[in-house]
């Protein structure tokens, strides 16, 4: 089991900054965290939760929804079980509950493809 805490999220206004972290715990969080893929994705009220980013387990490599491409990088930290996005350029679009989530299938823009989920994190941008 993996327990995954969000926190980073808030208010900020429109052009603004914000880092997503979440820490992932629990007996079999090592290689679950280092071994496995390790995504972000965000629902706003009333849609569907929907991909953000992920970053890859083998090499690090990364990929991006085309709405975020350019503004937002995820990174991890295996020593701190710690994966993070930074949000720059932030628009009210952007406002949603933010969710991590690790994962071993192959399906990294569905959100079955992943077996453990945080609680999410509020992020709310202002226009």
């Known amino acids: 089991q993996v327990q995954l805490v969000e926190s980073g999220g808030g208010l900020v206004q429109a052009g603004g900054s914000l880092r997503l972290s979440c820490a992932a715990s629990?007996?079999?969080?090592?290689?679950?965290?280092?071994?496995?893929?390790l995504g972000w994705f965000r629902q706003a009220p009333g849609k569907e939760r929907r991909f953000v980013a992920t970053?890859?387990?083998?090499?690090?490599?990364?990929v991006y929804a085309d709405a975020v491409k350019g503004r937002f990088t995820i990174s991890r930290d295996n020593a701190k079980n710690t994966v993070y996005l930074q949000m720059n350029s932030l628009k009210p679009e952007d406002t949603a509950v933010y969710y991590c989530?690790?994962?071993?299938?192959?399906?990294?823009?569905?959100?079955?493809?992943?077996?453990?989920w945080g609680q999410g994190t509020q992020v709310t941008v202002s226009s």
């Open positions: 970053i890859m387990y083998s090499d690090n490599s990364t």
């Open positions: 629990g007996p079999t969080v090592t290689p679950s965290f280092i071994h496995h893929r």
């Open positions: 989530a690790v994962g071993s299938s192959p399906m990294y823009s569905n959100i079955r493809g992943y077996d453990y």
